[in-house]
């Protein structure tokens, strides 16, 4: 079974026979859309070699907290810790098992386990009397109830040559189990979503416009999100200059409001759930030109006529099962606004983003909202990088959607 799991995977890896599986487990979450940063143990190196994990996972393999060349240069164990958005030990030895539950730190990867704020998963592998020692039991719960996900061990046929439980769980079925426990999980997984973002332009004549000033970030953001939660997601875009191949995003890009309008209303019907979080023109040139228009002909004044309101449209024929979330961009008055838009809209979530918060708003990579439903208090968020931003909203639309 093909899983999408487009995360960022601190992979760690330690000493013990199993590691001579580590290359595939690697092309296995690679091939399921993850990036993966392997660091080894010391001792893991006398069984898989750094240059084949590093050819797979195509990044340096780290191994050392300090990088013994005289060059005083370190691997930053607590940036590693942040870039991850999964940390997976496998294999995941008695030894590494143990310091882990002791909060001991010899070596890069306990440093970044310890660093670590994300979600852990460890795939012990050992031969049987090991696994079943009570110390690594012991260790093991210890582990469990702070949190740490264990992904096996597998019953079969041991390196020593008994059979029994403590082999490491096939590297196929680790990606099966992480997608599981982080995507399966999820409200999302399996629904359609529809996803407007960017700016629109609207033409004045064939070179030139009415845009505005939004890069696409957040809907980027909250499409990539989307599909790491396995929904599948039809991404309506303005003109953006950004790009993603994350797996389970179809993409159709548009210039024009009206383009952006034809697109939704021909897919809405078939999504559970739509966001707009496009900065759509409100109003357009009435009568564009046809051929470019010279300056030397007096351009007089532009006369607009109104945009279709997508959002509006959308609220206006949702059904009982379609979820709509909306976004206002205020300068004042924010508040009242944008519970305006909640009922006028028909919409069940309104994110407000006030232009008055410094990193707030268009082009920059972080973001500082409000989320607005109908019956809750609104939730006032900090400020957080778009991606963050685009988590909570869709940790706050599955509250709301009804269990699978
Ligand atoms: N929107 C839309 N189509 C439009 C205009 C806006 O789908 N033609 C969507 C935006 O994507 C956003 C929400 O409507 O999710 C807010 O739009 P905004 O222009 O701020 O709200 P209006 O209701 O037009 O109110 P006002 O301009 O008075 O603030």
Redesign the pocket.
């Known amino acids: 079974m093909e899983h999408a799991l487009p995360r960022k995977i601190l992979l760690g890896i330690t000493g013990g026979i199993a590691a001579y599986k580590a290359p595939y487990l690697v092309r296995a979450l690679v091939k399921a859309g993850a990036e993966v940063q392997v660091v080894m143990t010391p001792s893991a190196h006398d069984f898989v070699t750094p240059l084949a994990l590093a050819t797979v996972s195509k990044r340096p393999v780290l191994s050392e907290l300090f990088v013994r060349d005289g060059s005083g240069r370190w691997n930053d164990h607590v940036h590693l810790a942040r870039w991850a958005d999964v940390m997976l030990i496998a294999p995941a030895s008695a030894n590494t098992l143990g310091k882990m539950a002791q909060g001991l730190c010899d070596n890069l990867l306990l440093a970044c386990y310890l660093s670590a704020e994300c979600p852990v998963f460890v795939a012990p592998a050992m031969d049987l009397e090991m696994y079943r020692d009570t110390g690594v039991q012991a260790n093991l719960g210890a582990l469990k109830e702070r949190g740490v996900r264990t992904i096996g061990p597998a019953h079969g046929e041991l390196a020593s040559g008994l059979v029994g439980e403590g082999r490491m769980t096939e590297p196929d079925d680790i990606v099966t189990a992480l997608h599981m426990a982080l995507v399966g999980s999820s409200k999302l997984a399996g629904k359609r979503i529809l996803i407007?973002a960017g700016p629109t332009q609207e033409a004045i004549d064939p070179v030139r416009y009415i845009g505005n000033r939004s890069t696409g970030k957040m809907g980027f953001a909250l499409a990539e999100e989307a599909a790491w939660r396995g929904a599948h997601v039809e991404l309506v875009t303005g003109p953006v200059a950004l790009t993603t191949d994350r797996a389970g995003i179809t993409r159709s890009d548009v210039v024009s409001?009206a383009q952006?309008?034809e697109a939704?209303k021909t897919r809405f019907p078939d999504c559970d759930v739509a966001i707009?979080?496009?900065?759509?023109?409100?109003w357009r040139p009435a009568d564009p030109a046809a051929n470019k228009m010279k300056k030397g002909s007096a351009l007089g004044a532009l006369t607009l006529e109104p945009?279709?309101?997508?959002?509006?449209?959308?609220g206006g024929v949702k059904t009982a099962t379609q979820s709509l979330?909306?976004?206002?961009?205020?300068t004042d008055n924010e508040m009242a606004?944008a519970v305006g838009?909640l009922t006028?809209?028909n919409l069940d979530l309104v994110v407000l983003n006030s232009l008055r918060d410094a990193g707030a708003g268009f082009g920059h990579d972080t973001n500082q909202v409000t989320l607005l439903t109908r019956n809750n208090d609104p939730e006032a968020l900090p400020l957080m990088s778009k991606a963050a931003v685009a988590q909570r909203i869709l940790d706050r639309l599955e509250t709301l959607l009804p269990d699978a």
């Open positions: 407007t409001a952006m309008a939704c707009a979080s496009a900065a759509v023109a409100d945009t279709e309101d997508i959002l509006a449209w959308m979330v909306g976004f206002a961009l205020e606004h838009k006028r809209k």
